[in-house]
């Protein structure tokens, strides 16, 4: 994921302590069913599509933005599937971070799925029945999606 600006000049004076912030995961769906997933070019892994809020720009908003500069594909946001405190990571050059998660449920609008940032090595529609191995992140998020009841994620119930 790409550093924000607003990050960077947040960082210069905080350092690498723990920050709490937004983030903001896409679950989009296209009119046969598959889910659109990026193949992440720090892990090397397959991924549901997420990034940070801007300032003051609106969940959905954001799930729409990242969507696109991520993947060129269209989408309209559909509704809130998830809102989630994660466990905190410490990246690779020691900065800390914990994310307040919103997940939104996504439909594809337009655009062909390709590579449209540097964020992901690879972009593609998966079935929900045949996904590429995915972490449990992505897989419970897809899950909550289809889904149209609610939910409470209790993380003592993943293994």
Same mark, same amino acid.
């Given at each position: 994921?790409?550093?924000?600006?607003?990050?960077?000049?947040?960082?210069?004076? %905080?350092?690498?302590?723990?920050?709490?912030?937004?983030?903001? =995961? !896409?679950?989009?769906?296209?009119? /046969?069913?598959? @889910? #659109?997933?990026?193949?992440?070019?720090?892990?090397?892994?397959?991924?549901?599509?997420?990034?940070?809020?801007?300032?003051?720009?609106?969940? %959905?908003?954001?799930?729409?933005?990242?969507?696109?500069?991520? =993947? !060129?594909?269209?989408?309209?946001? /559909?509704?809130? @599937? #998830?809102?989630?405190?994660?466990?905190?990571?410490?990246?690779?050059?020691?900065?800390?971070?914990?994310?307040?998660?919103?997940?939104?449920?996504?439909?594809?609008?337009?655009?062909?799925?390709?590579?449209?940032?540097?964020?992901?090595?690879?972009?593609?529609?998966?079935?929900?029945?045949?996904?590429?191995?995915?972490?449990?992140?992505?897989?419970?998020?897809?899950?909550?999606?289809?889904?149209?009841?609610?939910?409470?994620?209790?993380?003592?119930?993943?293994?």
């Amino acid at each position: 994921m790409a550093t924000p600006d607003f990050l960077r000049v947040l960082r210069a004076s %905080a350092g690498q302590q723990l920050l709490w912030l937004p983030g903001v =995961t !896409a679950i989009v769906f296209d009119d /046969e069913g598959r @889910v #659109l997933l990026g193949r992440r070019s720090d892990t090397g892994r397959w991924a549901v599509i997420g990034g940070i809020p801007d300032p003051g720009e609106q969940p %959905a908003a954001c799930a729409v933005r990242e969507v696109f500069e991520e =993947t !060129a594909v269209h989408c309209v946001a /559909e509704r809130v @599937v #998830l809102v989630q405190a994660l466990d905190p990571i410490t990246y690779p050059n020691g900065d800390r971070c914990q994310f307040m998660d919103i997940t939104i449920r996504c439909r594809a609008v337009g655009g062909e799925a390709r590579v449209n940032d540097d964020e992901s090595l690879d972009v593609a529609w998966f079935a929900v029945d045949a996904l590429p191995d995915l972490d449990e992140f992505g897989r419970f998020r897809i899950k909550q999606a289809l889904s149209e009841a609610p939910t409470w994620f209790d993380p003592t119930t993943v293994g």
